[in-house]
């Protein structure tokens, strides 16, 4: 299905995992490289994140609290959708599409089951916008045997690929996942989760300090990393010694999987600089472990590109390789993966596959996406 207009304007809307709050990002992909038209993000407010953060954290809920946060999702995702049109003086007739990628609650693809779930309703998305929504990515690889995760690598591949660097993308949200990209376009991309991002650090400070991130990582460069903690984290967590393709969520690595490492005598900025050192280590170790090259230069995108002392740690842990935001890319870190949403919906509508079996494990390429009409 292609549009019938010739245009290649789409539009991405992405909240992702460390809640802060929705991404949009509209983009021109008529040219190479595409030229972004617009991006802002609209912050959550408190109350409405917590609500997000109590659906994804608990194992139970009401089927009233999931339908009604959908729906209201939904509406705000339109809203938001309206406001930056809007603000760009953009007709909406060029915009062929819009790629949601939802609000994830879940994400398990090891269950019997597998399972991903994000909520925004794509239905009220595209009434209220009047523009073609795709949305729904993930459960088609799920559905042929794939983890759902990470799908940012096929775009990676379409945008950042070079033929002069291998190169490694970092994306650190509320998880954190990275996608080899080598020189030699033989080699096949490997992507995968690497573990948590921000979620721990971002919960962490937010108990303790009241606040919802760590600015710059400024609290915990002044604490002093606590070194059996770090181990029993490294050592004991299975997820940390699996081989690709692996993915997982913020339902996993969540509050009470922190509480089970907390020492008996801690104080909490040490904790903070700990979290951060599981950041960058359970990374540094799957660049160095995982992959089947050295990347010479890695590019960090999503919130964790802000948090100065995390990559200073990174840094650290891959001296044989040069850490730098996507900035040097020329491609803003904190819309990487809502650009990432808008192309997919663009494969979605020319019906071409937006998956890399070799990163989800997924038995073949697969068209991804719903199609949620306007009209």
């Known amino acids: ?77 339109a809203e938001t959708i309206n ?91 509320g998880i954190a996942n990275i996608t080899y990209l080598a020189a030699n376009a033989g080699v096949p991309v490997v992507g995968f989760d690497t573990g948590p991002g921000n979620c721990l650090l971002d919960h962490w400070i937010h108990q303790q300090q009241n606040t919802n991130y760590d600015e710059q990582g400024a609290w915990a460069a002044g604490g002093n990393i606590i070194e059996p903690m770090l181990r029993r984290m490294l050592d004991e967590e299975s997820y940390f010694a699996a081989k690709p393709p692996m993915s997982t969520g913020t339902d996993y690595f969540d509050p009470a999987w922190l509480t089970r490492f907390l020492p008996t005598d801690y104080t909490a900025r040490d904790v903070q600089a700990t979290l951060v050192e599981l950041t960058a280590l359970s990374i540094a170790n799957a660049i160095s472990h995982l992959l089947p090259g050295l990347p010479s230069i890695c590019y960090v995108c999503g919130g964790g590109a802000h948090n100065r002392y995390l990559l200073e740690r990174l840094d650290q842990a891959l001296p044989d390789c040069e850490v730098k935001t996507t900035d040097a890319l020329d491609t803003n870190p ?13 494969e979605r509508m020319h019906m071409r596959s937006g998956n890399l079996p070799a990163v989800t494990e997924a038995r073949k390429p697969a068209v991804l996406g719903g199609i949620y009409s306007a009209n």
Request: charged share 20%; glycine share 8%; net charge negative.
């Open 83 to 173: 406001n930056a049109i809007k603000i760009a003086s953009l007709d909406r007739s060029q915009i062929t599409a819009i790629g949601c990628h939802g609000q994830t609650i879940g994400h398990n693809p090891n269950a019997k089951f597998a399972y991903s779930v994000q909520i925004g309703d794509p239905n009220r998305l595209a009434a209220l916008t009047g523009i073609t929504t795709v949305a729904d990515f993930r459960r088609k690889d799920i559905a042929v045997g794939g983890q759902g995760a990470p799908l940012a690598s096929a775009f990676h591949q379409f945008l950042f690929r070079s033929s002069q660097e291998d190169r490694a993308l970092i994306n650190i949200g």
């Open 334 to 346: 904190d819309f990487v993966e809502a650009i990432a949403f808008a192309w997919l919906a663009r």
């Open 1 to 77: 299905m292609s549009d019938p207009t010739g245009s290649e304007i789409y539009a991405g809307l992405m909240s992702g995992t460390s809640l802060d709050g929705i991404d949009v990002a509209i983009i021109d992909f008529s040219e190479f490289p595409p030229k972004t038209l617009f991006c802002k993000t609209w912050p959550y407010d408190d109350v409405f994140k917590q609500r997000i953060r109590s659906l994804c954290q608990s194992d139970t809920t009401s089927l009233n609290a999931l339908y009604s946060l959908d729906a209201e999702l939904g509406e705000r995702y």
